[in-house]
């Protein structure tokens, strides 16, 4: 394990070194675009789920549906494929939601650093 921390260090002080020192003034401007994603995909996936609701109420409403299953109107239709689209939508937001970028934006930012910078070191 100590090698691993060795060889992250050693990219980090190389990356520092290509950068000429200006990964420092980097840093806070790649947490805060961390915590941004985190934050955009939690509210996409809440946006998603509250339409989606919304798209389930309308369209089951009383009176929009006859005793066959068939629509009686065609709002009703309307709403059943925004429904769907909704649940395609926030099954999306839900698989490409990481709460760990709002709790824990330190690590996501040093890793994206990283990334970032392997182009720099090579």
Not at 78 to 97: E, H, P
């Amino acid at each position: 394990m100590n090698e691993s921390v060795g060889l992250i260090v050693a990219k980090i002080e190389q990356l520092i070194v290509a950068t000429q020192g200006k990964v420092e003034a980097f840093y806070p401007i790649v947490r805060k675009q961390i915590v941004m994603e985190g934050y955009m995909s939690l509210f996409s996936l809440v946006l998603f789920l509250v339409f989606l609701l919304v798209a389930i109420l309308k369209c089951f409403k009383k009176g929009n549906w006859d005793s066959s299953g068939d629509p009686t109107t065609p709002y009703a239709v309307v709403w059943a494929i925004i429904g769907v689209i909704c649940v395609v939508g926030s099954t999306v937001s839900f698989l490409t939601f990481n709460p760990m970028k709002i709790l824990n934006p330190d690590y996501y930012a040093v890793k994206t650093i990283l990334e970032l910078g392997q182009s720099l070191i090579k």
